[in-house]
């Protein structure tokens, strides 16, 4: 057991940093790049996580209301984070899901009642092997101590990716996407994913959980993509 925790720590200490190379001391990132990654701070829309001026709700929110209530985002989607989630979502590398849903944990300071990860299609499942979101709230649950489902909400509809879309039509296209046959009544949830866009799934994704019964539902992701200036 100890030879085996040695040889863990042995395997970690040389790990070159993922976005630079340079030795880091047990972490996927060496301080400088960890410092480089694009924080999202100042004042938010606090439904979407946009920046607005003094906080307040965004125009996109006022017109569109979203279905979730909050969101919780850590880092704005840029480089050299942008590359980050590409490997993590690609590349097989399930060691980034514990720094990402550390990241994320150090931003949350409400209990809701369960943790709900984005679903991902059967299908896509089996090409990549994991749910990169669920593998996210899977380790922030753990950390934050609260029950996590990967089974109550489902995607039924495999929908062409988003990313190609416009907002209009990604609202069109996500719609009747997502499942849920839990009895959620009552409870506040919490859903998780690595990166908002438009929002378009995760609303979509609330408005199924609140169907089921949810009174508050939240939005928590690694990283929220911000519009062209
Ligand atoms: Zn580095
Ligand atoms: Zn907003």
Redesign the pocket.
């Known amino acids: 057991m100890l030879n085996k925790c040695l040889d863990f720590a042995l395997s970690r200490l040389g790990q070159p940093c993922l976005l630079c190379g340079a030795d880091t001391t047990g972490s996927v990132l060496c301080p400088g790049c960890l410092a480089d990654l694009p924080r999202l701070t100042g004042p938010r ?1 606090p ?4 920046p ?1 001026p003094l906080g307040e ?2 125009g ?2 006022l017109k569109h209301p979203p279905a979730f209530d909050a969101t919780r985002a850590v880092f704005q989607y840029g480089y050299p984070l942008d590359a980050l989630l590409q490997h993590y979502k690609y590349g097989q590398d399930l060691q980034l899901a514990g720094f990402l849903a550390e990241q994320l944990t150090s931003q949350i300071d409400t209990r809701p009642d369960l943790v709900i990860p984005m679903p991902l299609h059967p299908r896509r499942l089996k090409e990549r092997g994991y749910n990169q979101a669920g593998e996210i709230a899977k380790r922030l649950a753990k950390q934050l101590d609260l029950p996590v489902t990967l089974t109550a909400c489902t995607r039924a509809k495999d929908a062409p990716p988003q990313a190609s879309l416009p907002l209009k039509e990604r609202r069109k296209n996500i719609r009747g996407a997502f499942e849920c046959r839990a009895d959620l009544s009552s409870k506040r949830i919490a859903l998780v994913d690595d990166v908002m866009t438009t929002g378009a799934s995760l609303s979509e994704l609330a408005k199924v959980v609140k169907k089921a019964g949810a009174v508050e539902v939240g939005a928590w992701v690694v990283a929220r993509t911000l519009p062209m200036r």
């Open positions: 829309c439904s979407c996580a946009l607005t709700t965004c996109g929110c």
